[in-house]
């Protein structure tokens, strides 16, 4: 049976030393990997010595945000073969924190997707609606534009963007209601499980329904903590959690895991 996914965003927090000693306690407490798939994305600066501590341990290391090119002038960025080469397996596109601060377009999320495809690294990508939009009943709408443009000329999972037959591609999609997002006020868990059966089934619509159920993986990320992570692993549609303010904690982010069923 495939373990609920459970990915820690640290966001602009915790020091160096701070991201090291909390991974060493995650790592110590191997129960935490028996309940969930783990994968951890602290800063940048972070995520070799990070990497170091999640070595030979079932623990994945993971990017907030990556570059769309492999290399060349683009001051500030980092690229996938970076990210490769001090052992992320994943990255983070299209955060709405990144979209609302820094711009970022469904098209600049298009060109992140193709590269990190084309590099074998696993995308997080996030979709999701503000409370206007949900408000005024436009968040299907929106959520179908963002994965139409987002999904712009990707080909099926299992072939990078260049062609290439890559091994067990897998690309994650997080559901993040913009409205949710750090008020400690999240979705209602079967809201939210209807959201996921519209991103599924515009997903099995291009690529078809076996390839989604084998290589798609669909989470909720918006305020999840330990009163109500239970009642998002109880829905089907709902297959992990992208966490941000309770998983840079160890109690909170242990408590959380722990309530896992």
């Not at 989470?219 to 998002?232: A, R």
């Amino acid at each position: 049976m495939k373990k609920f996914l459970v990915i820690a965003n640290w966001k602009m927090n915790l020091d160096l030393n701070s991201s090291f000693k909390l991974a060493k306690k995650i790592k110590a407490n191997k129960s935490l990997t028996k309940k969930a798939e783990l994968v951890l994305c602290p800063t940048f600066i972070s995520l070799e010595r990070v990497g170091q501590v999640l070595k030979n341990t079932k623990i994945s290391l993971g990017a907030q945000d990556v570059f769309w090119r492999d290399a060349g002038s683009f001051t500030g960025e980092v690229s996938a073969p970076m990210l490769k080469k001090i052992g992320c397996r994943y990255a983070i596109l299209g955060h709405s924190e990144r979209r609302q601060y820094l711009g970022e377009t469904d098209e600049i999320v298009n060109k992140k997707l193709k590269n990190v495809l084309a590099n074998n690294l696993t995308p997080i990508v996030c979709v999701g609606e503000n409370k206007k939009e949900r408000k005024s009943g436009k968040h299907i709408q929106v959520i179908k534009k963002q994965l139409s443009a987002g999904f712009k000329n990707i080909p099926a999972p299992g072939w990078s963007a260049l062609g290439r037959k890559t091994k067990n591609q897998k690309i994650i999609i997080a559901y993040e209601p913009i409205w949710a997002i750090g008020t400690g006020v999240a979705i209602n868990s079967s809201e939210a499980a209807k959201m996921h059966g519209i991103i599924r089934k515009y997903l099995e619509k291009k690529y078809g329904t076996s390839l989604v159920k084998n290589n798609f993986i669909i989470t909720y990320g918006g305020s999840v903590d330990k009163n109500n992570i239970l009642e998002f692993t109880k829905e089907a549609e709902i297959e992990g959690v992208l966490v941000g303010g309770a998983s840079q904690k160890w109690q909170s982010f242990r408590d959380l895991i722990k309530k896992i069923d």
